[in-house]
């Protein structure tokens, strides 16, 4: 089934490597609150303020998830150390969406998505979902954070590794009047595909209106 | 031995207290509450800091409310007490 979403506002971020200009010092005044946040976290904090979005539901998808503090808990073990409190609450999934909570208070539902490649078409479905249940506009984040040492052994095809596109959106009775192609994007995650397709579809139209596969 | 000012500036690094200097920062400032502002999970990071770092494991948990009031304490610990 599919079902017309109105998009209100729309971003996206992608760095080589790391992203120096986040504005975390305005977005994130509190200093003791900053200097606990993932990279993952800083990239959807920003997405979320360039969407102007603070109160409300949020799906957010990554396909990797934390990698940085993923990698020291890794580390850690292997050198027969003690794990980091500070590591282990940040290597879950949700620690972006959940930094976002606190810095503004938001009390409302999130959901954090992960499917590898089909990570962002997951986190529109269930985002298409929560907007039709609620009626509300909700946040759509997905982010890629993998810059950590030694990735390059690894990765030969995602140029840009801090990454993330938003997208706020609410059911509407209008009609669509954009198309959605499936598009290769090149140097980016295939996990933010989807997403970034309804992104570039959008971008052209002052008031766009997709139509979702539910 | 290490120094206050040496202290601090592990303390600044460990926790990422981005933009705090170290002459900011008295000896006799708290770690926690109203002075650095650490909190539960930073005292759990301090703990395992002070293991790797300078060899000292607490044998109890009153033991390190007192050692981790300040600065000045801490440091004075580290001193009479590091293995590494």
New interface residues.
């Given amino acids: 089934m599919k079902i017309n979403f109105k998009i209100i506002a729309m971003a996206k971020v992608a760095c080589a490597g790391k992203c120096d200009s986040l504005d975390e010092k305005r977005i994130v005044p509190k200093m003791m609150l900053r200097r606990r946040l993932t990279r993952g976290s800083r990239l959807m904090v920003y997405l979320a303020d360039a969407c102007g979005f603070s109160e409300g539901a949020v799906v957010y998808g990554s396909a990797y998830g934390e990698m940085q503090a993923t990698a020291d808990i890794v580390g850690a073990i292997d050198v027969n150390e003690p794990i980091s409190p500070t590591a282990f609450q940040n290597s879950v999934y949700n620690t972006a969406p959940s930094y976002f909570s606190l810095l503004h208070k938001n009390k409302s539902e999130i959901l954090t998505v992960s499917n590898g490649n089909a990570t962002s078409r997951n986190v529109l479905q269930t985002g298409a979902l929560q907007a039709v249940t609620t009626g509300k506009d909700v946040l759509l984040v997905c982010c890629e954070a993998i810059n950590i040492p030694n990735i390059d052994e690894v990765n030969s095809c995602t140029e840009y590794l801090e990454s993330g596109v938003a997208l706020t959106l609410v059911p509407t009775d209008e009609e669509a009047n954009v198309e959605v192609a499936e598009l290769e994007h090149k140097g980016f995650a295939p996990s933010l595909w989807n997403m970034l397709d309804v992104l570039i579809a959008c971008e052209s139209q002052e008031s766009a209106v997709v139509a979702l596969e539910l | 031995m290490i120094t206050t000012n040496k202290l601090k500036t592990e303390l600044i690094e460990l ?6 200097h170290v002459d900011e920062i008295a000896d006799d400032d708290h770690l926690f509450g109203d002075g650095l ?1 650490l ?1 539960s ?1 930073d005292a ?2 301090l703990t ?1 800091f002070l ?2 770092e300078y060899g000292i494991v607490f044998s109890n948990i009153s033991e390190s409310e007192t050692v981790f009031a300040s600065i000045k304490t801490l440091q004075e610990y580290i001193n009479k007490n590091e293995s590494n």
């Fill in positions: 926790f990422n207290l981005e933009g705090v502002g909190d999970v759990i990071e395992i293991d790797n």
